[in-house]
């Protein structure tokens, strides 16, 4: 059971409520409990079951051996599930992870958010077993959000060093995640499809853990087993969004002269007896469990967007417009306003401790603070880890009697710094879940309570 502990606040009904909510949605998404119903083996097949999809079964041919591969933050638990269900079906594997999972497949510990030394070991030995399967054979592989970093070799015309650059300058431009997405593929050994290229012609199965907007396969850990079409004019506006075509302006050249690589997934032979790729949870999956029991605790629950993916500025402005709304209608008393997805925050080479979750958290109380209303707004990562810090993400509760008028220098200064974490660690309001072992992008609560 995942658990939640928030810092600062005595024990009060909105809190325990809030606490109560983000417990069962973190608890819904959570791999190894929906493992052995989504696959299973029955009569010499290999059966799989997503959850509102169509059951489809894989012949076991004779000679033919299950391998079990994966990546990513949800990995460990995902693998835990399938050895659960499987069991000695399984001839071997391995799983790049973040922390070591009671497991027999074989599994390292992989980098994030950074690819580093780690991730290339890891993913060198992943590739070696790749290429000493069998036609006969089953390869299922475990995909969740943080593969991108966790499982990968960069191409081979670009280096180490180059590549690691590359990502860095990615993750702290402030870009949305499709264009980040849409341009790792390109020099990556694995991504876009080529991991699966390396099983041809073993039937390859992907089982995948969403944590991207709209759910698109291919965006989720860079898409390992799902073959890209390469857009070449979005993705050099994709280079100049992101600052690469400004910093790196020689790495758009040897991509252009890269075309016929890049481009070789798409001819992979991918029949749908060959490569099948399934999402077996997302985030609406922890938006429902919220909905659900915010209504058996009395609140009318309310989804705003579960792809609330904007830059900061924009998701702090549209849950201020949502926020007044539901204050001033009569109809419920009681409401509790959920949303998914990640907001964009664009950093700084001087930022401080904190994370997306707990910037936005701030942000809004900066705006919402001095109302007298009881109101307790929640933000977290559903894999636990909030940006560079160790919590999940951060909540506040309004209608405290304290003076907190001096606070809004102090608010400005951390806001600016991007040092949200350091604010929350003083004044309390902190969310720790420890890696959760899973990843739906982030949920953020709202309850608004209208009685007297």
Same mark, same amino acid.
């Given at each position: 059971?995942?658990?939640?502990?928030?810092?600062?606040?005595?024990?009060?009904?909105?809190?325990?409520?809030?606490?109560?909510?983000?417990?069962?949605?973190?608890?819904?998404?959570?791999?190894?409990?929906?493992?052995?119903?989504?696959?299973?083996?029955?009569?010499?097949?290999?059966?799989?079951?997503?959850?509102?999809?169509?059951?489809?079964?894989?012949?076991?041919?004779?000679?033919?051996?299950?391998?079990?591969?994966?990546?990513?933050?949800?990995?460990?638990?995902?693998?835990?599930?399938?050895?659960?269900?499987?069991?000695?079906?399984?001839?071997?594997?391995?799983?790049?992870?973040?922390?070591?999972?009671?497991?027999?497949?074989?599994?390292?510990?992989?980098?994030?958010?950074?690819?580093?030394?780690?991730?290339?070991?890891?993913?060198?030995?992943?590739?070696?077993?790749?290429?000493?399967?069998?036609?006969?054979?089953? $390869?299922?592989?475990?995909?969740?959000?943080?593969?991108?970093?966790?499982?990968?070799?960069?191409?081979?015309?670009?280096?180490?060093?180059?590549?690691?650059?590359?990502?860095?300058?990615?993750?702290?431009?402030?870009?949305?995640?499709?264009?980040?997405?849409?341009?790792?593929?390109?020099?990556?050994?694995?991504?876009?499809?080529?991991?699966?290229?390396?099983?041809?012609?073993?039937?390859?199965?992907?089982?995948?853990?969403?944590?991207?907007?709209?759910?698109?396969?291919?965006?989720?850990?860079?898409?390992?087993?799902?073959?890209?079409?390469?857009?070449?004019?979005?993705?050099?506006?994709?280079?100049?969004?992101?600052?690469?075509?400004?910093?790196?302006?020689? $790495?758009?050249?040897?991509?252009?002269?890269?075309?016929?690589?890049?481009?070789?997934?798409?001819?992979?032979?991918?029949?749908?007896?060959? $490569?099948?790729?399934?999402?077996?949870?997302?985030?609406?999956?922890?938006?429902?469990?919220?909905?659900?029991?915010?209504?058996?605790?009395?609140?009318?629950?309310?989804?705003?967007?579960?792809?609330?993916?904007?830059?900061?500025?924009?998701?702090?402005?549209?849950?201020?417009?949502?926020?007044?709304?539901?204050?001033?209608?009569?109809?419920?008393?009681?409401?509790?306003?959920?949303?998914?997805?990640?907001?964009?925050?664009?950093?700084?080479?001087?930022?401080?401790?904190?994370?997306?979750?707990?910037?936005?958290?701030?942000?809004?109380?900066?705006?919402?603070?001095?109302?007298?209303?009881?109101?307790?707004?929640?933000?977290?990562?559903?894999?636990?880890?909030?940006?560079?810090?160790?919590?999940?993400?951060?909540?506040?509760?309004?209608?405290?009697?304290?003076?907190?008028?001096?606070?809004?220098?102090?608010?400005?200064?951390?806001?600016?710094?991007?040092?949200?974490?350091?604010?929350?660690?003083?004044?309390?309001?902190?969310?720790?879940?420890?890696?959760?072992?899973?990843?739906?992008?982030?949920?953020?609560?709202?309850?608004?309570?209208?009685?007297?």
């Amino acid at each position: 059971m995942i658990g939640c502990r928030i810092t600062g606040f005595s024990q009060n009904p909105a809190q325990q409520t809030l606490k109560d909510i983000l417990e069962s949605a973190l608890n819904s998404v959570h791999p190894r409990q929906k493992m052995k119903q989504i696959v299973f083996v029955n009569r010499k097949r290999l059966v799989v079951s997503p959850p509102g999809g169509m059951q489809k079964a894989f012949p076991i041919r004779s000679q033919g051996r299950i391998w079990v591969f994966g990546a990513g933050k949800a990995a460990a638990r995902m693998a835990e599930g399938v050895e659960d269900s499987l069991g000695s079906a399984i001839s071997g594997g391995c799983v790049l992870v973040s922390k070591k999972a009671r497991i027999s497949i074989e599994q390292y510990v992989t980098d994030h958010p950074i690819p580093g030394r780690r991730t290339f070991r890891g993913t060198q030995r992943m590739i070696k077993m790749i290429d000493r399967v069998g036609p006969k054979d089953i $390869l299922i592989f475990l995909i969740s959000g943080g593969a991108s970093a966790m499982l990968e070799m960069p191409a081979v015309w670009i280096n180490k060093h180059e590549f690691i650059k590359m990502n860095k300058i990615l993750l702290k431009s402030g870009a949305n995640i499709h264009d980040i997405n849409r341009i790792r593929p390109l020099f990556s050994q694995v991504k876009g499809g080529r991991l699966a290229c390396r099983a041809f012609p073993a039937q390859v199965i992907g089982l995948l853990v969403s944590d991207v907007t709209g759910d698109k396969p291919e965006k989720i850990g860079s898409g390992p087993t799902i073959p890209i079409s390469v857009d070449w004019k979005e993705t050099k506006k994709a280079f100049e969004r992101t600052g690469l075509m400004e910093k790196c302006p020689d $790495l758009w050249n040897r991509l252009l002269n890269q075309k016929k690589y890049i481009e070789i997934s798409r001819n992979i032979q991918t029949g749908e007896q060959k $490569l099948s790729n399934y999402i077996i949870i997302n985030n609406m999956d922890a938006i429902s469990a919220a909905r659900k029991k915010a209504a058996s605790n009395g609140f009318y629950p309310v989804l705003l967007n579960r792809f609330l993916s904007y830059d900061i500025e924009k998701t702090v402005e549209t849950w201020i417009s949502t926020i007044h709304k539901w204050i001033n209608q009569s109809k419920h008393k009681k409401i509790c306003v959920i949303a998914g997805g990640e907001p964009t925050v664009r950093l700084d080479q001087n930022a401080g401790l904190g994370g997306r979750n707990q910037e936005l958290v701030l942000r809004l109380y900066q705006l919402l603070r001095f109302k007298e209303i009881k109101l307790c707004f929640a933000s977290i990562g559903t894999d636990g880890i909030d940006g560079n810090t160790n919590a999940a993400g951060a909540c506040f509760c309004l209608g405290k009697t304290k003076d907190e008028s001096k606070l809004e220098k102090e608010i400005v200064k951390h806001i600016k710094e991007h040092d949200s974490y350091r604010f929350f660690k003083k004044y309390g309001g902190h969310i720790f879940t420890g890696p959760t072992g899973t990843n739906v992008m982030d949920l953020q609560i709202c309850l608004i309570d209208l009685t007297n």
